[in-house]
């Protein structure tokens, strides 16, 4: 089981990885990756319990599913950090005939994904048919589920987390990724959000907030306070609140690398403030 | 030449229930969706008796076909079941993304196809589904003909891994294949020999194009009749073969002209054998309010309008 700073040298490779894949094709999603590079971390070497290899069924194991699916590049680096295909793969994102697709994707037989996203708001309902199949399976594991704050906006979302309450899906612990930011520029400015918190709670699931949303030692606690409260009829929300862009000075607190590569100046600057340490791919 | 029966009057929508009736019983499996309309899919059994195994998710299908998706990994093989409207261009992206370009293993079960829902009109009236659903890489679609036709590929589809799109209907139809038939997905079957032109039907038109036949055998037309049963994948051989030999063909469908079943064989005939061909679909219209009858006659999707395409294909020949 790895110390947490063992946690956050992992997370400073994965910074590097995901700067580095999306600057060599000049595209990609860097600001929600990094966003998000604390705590999927945090959920594949130490929230999850998963089984060695893959197979799709997932059966005796956590699962895992992204929503969200722009934020590939953090996805893609962790799974192969942890060991679902080889890291030197991540040099083939969104390279033609790659299984590291642009968003991820089922379709090329990459090890750790279970469901192609990309297309907003999908997430969800996918997480918990899976969560109903392993009560239809007797298996106690549970579904863990990322989805974008921006995407709330999809209605799909407010179908699922209607279905998820009314029918009392209890193994689901899904996370909003509270960033505050969508692509034409503040989640207020663009379309406000509201209180997610009592959008969540009214709909009837249990939610915990993670104020900070990049630090592994309140990502740990958080999980394992929803973990805990899990197993109760209720589905369970984190309201993971992150800074877009964490980790390199200039990407921060902005919609501006939503969908933006780093020149080879920028790149440089972000991996200075983020030094080697697993060792690059 | 060869005559069917009509053993009485079905709904194809109760073939469909009655296939995963017997499926409940058969295939643990199998786990089926609804999204508030048991009565009308038929799914009353499959509830009552395997209630663990049944979700109702409200009015909320694109959250359905989600759900089916996520089913599908842990071993499920879902059955999802609403109005094809529904199931098809209300969640076309849920469909393409979670299940076709994923690969997943969901039965998309849709009833009340075409016109002949009848007096809803034409926002429950879908003539676009076949295009909709075939146009994605990896889905098979499949469009039976009588009860026992739907039933049968009900449990057909089971044994098949991957997506699924299977439309039938609301009203009763003639019910004249086999009861105890096995469904072979991709399998066109020869109905009638002929000699003069290929009638190509699908669905409920399959009936129509066997009265049009004899029709047509009164006027000393010999007319062959296939039923495509599988518009995805489609039997090209057995298309070729026929029109080898007839050298003329119309292709009839409860559908819109546009990307339904003709389109399928124009594209396999002007590759191989280009022919002569008239399409019985309709316009590239929307539908109204009416009796199935009624609506079948005036946007012309029944036998007199097979006959009549089928003098004018003679012509062209």
């Known amino acids: 089981m790895p110390n947490t700073q063992q946690l956050e040298d992992i997370t400073t490779q994965v910074r590097r990885d995901i700067l580095r894949m999306v600057h060599k094709v000049n595209s990609g999603h860097p600001g929600g990756s990094l966003g998000c590079a604390e705590f999927f971390v945090a959920l594949y070497n130490e929230i999850m319990d998963r089984k060695d290899g893959f197979d799709m069924d997932g059966i005796g194991e956590d699962l895992f599913f992204l929503s969200n699916g722009h934020i590939s590049p953090v996805y893609y680096s962790v799974l192969a950090r942890v060991g679902y295909f080889p890291v030197d793969e991540l040099n083939t994102f969104r390279l033609l005939n790659s299984r590291l697709q642009g968003h991820p994707t089922t379709h090329e037989g990459l090890p750790g994904i279970r469901i192609a996203s990309g297309s907003l708001g999908q997430g969800m309902s996918v997480a918990l048919g899976a969560a109903q199949a392993k009560k239809?399976?007797?298996?106690?594991?549970?579904?863990?589920?990322?989805?974008?704050?921006?995407?709330?906006?999809?209605?799909?979302?407010?179908?699922?987390?209607?279905?998820a309450a009314g029918n009392k899906v209890d193994n689901i612990i899904s996370t909003i990724d509270l960033n505050g930011q969508q692509i034409d520029g503040s989640t207020d400015t663009v379309l406000s959000l509201g209180d997610v918190r009592a959008k969540f709670e009214a709909f009837g699931w249990i939610v915990i907030d993670i104020e900070k949303g990049n630090n592994i030692e309140a990502i740990l606690k958080g999980m394992a306070e929803a973990k805990s409260k899990t197993g109760n009829g209720k589905?369970?929300?984190?309201?993971?609140?992150?800074?877009?862009?964490?980790?390199?000075?200039?990407m921060m607190h902005t919609h501006a690398w939503h969908g933006k590569a780093p020149n080879d100046d920028q790149l440089a600057e972000g991996l200075r403030q983020n030094a080697e340490t697993l060792g690059d791919y | 030449m060869k005559t069917y029966e009509n053993t009485g009057n079905k709904d194809t929508r109760s073939g469909f229930g009655a296939g995963l009736t017997e499926l409940g019983k058969t295939n643990e499996n199998v786990v089926a969706l609804c999204a508030d309309l048991i009565g009308s899919l038929k799914m009353d059994d499959f509830k009552k008796n395997h209630p663990e195994r049944f979700y109702q998710v409200g009015i909320a299908e694109a959250n359905m076909i989600g759900l089916a998706a996520g089913l599908t990994i842990g071993g499920k093989i879902p059955f999802t079941g609403t109005f094809a409207n529904f199931s098809t261009g209300r969640v076309y992206d849920q469909i393409r993304q979670s299940v076709a370009y994923s690969g997943k293993n969901v039965k998309i079960c849709a009833s009340h196809a075409g016109l002949t829902l009848g007096e809803d009109g034409a926002t429950h009236q879908i003539l676009e589904d076949i295009g909709l659903m075939k146009m994605l890489p990896g889905m098979t679609v499949i469009n039976p003909c009588d009860y026992n036709q739907t039933k049968a590929a009900t449990l057909a589809i089971a044994d098949h891994d991957g997506p699924v799109y299977l439309r039938f209907g609301r009203p009763s139809v003639a019910n004249f294949t086999p009861a105890d038939q096995k469904f072979e997905i991709g399998k066109a079957l020869h109905l009638v020999e002929g000699a003069d032109v290929t009638i190509v039907a699908t669905g409920h038109l399959v009936w129509e194009a066997l009265e049009a036949s004899k029709a047509l055998n009164e006027k000393g037309i010999s007319a062959e009749v296939i039923n495509i049963h599988t518009i995805k994948p489609l039997d090209a051989k057995a298309i070729i073969d026929s029109v080898s030999k007839t050298k003329c063909i119309v292709t009839a469908e409860e559908h819109n002209h546009l990307g339904g079943l003709g389109e399928s064989v124009a594209r396999v005939l002007s590759q191989h054998l280009p022919t002569p061909q008239e399409f019985v679909a309709t316009n590239d219209t929307f539908g109204e309010s009416g009796t199935p009858a009624q609506l079948m006659e005036k946007y012309g999707l029944n036998s007199d309008a097979i006959v009549k395409a089928c003098e004018k294909v003679i012509k062209r020949k």
């Open chain 1, 235 to 250: 589905p369970v929300c984190v309201l993971l609140h992150t800074v877009m862009g964490n980790g390199v000075d200039f």
């Open chain 1, 136 to 163: 239809l399976n007797g298996c106690k594991h549970l579904v863990y589920s990322l989805h974008g704050d921006g995407e709330l906006q999809e209605g799909q979302n407010w179908e699922a987390i209607m279905y």
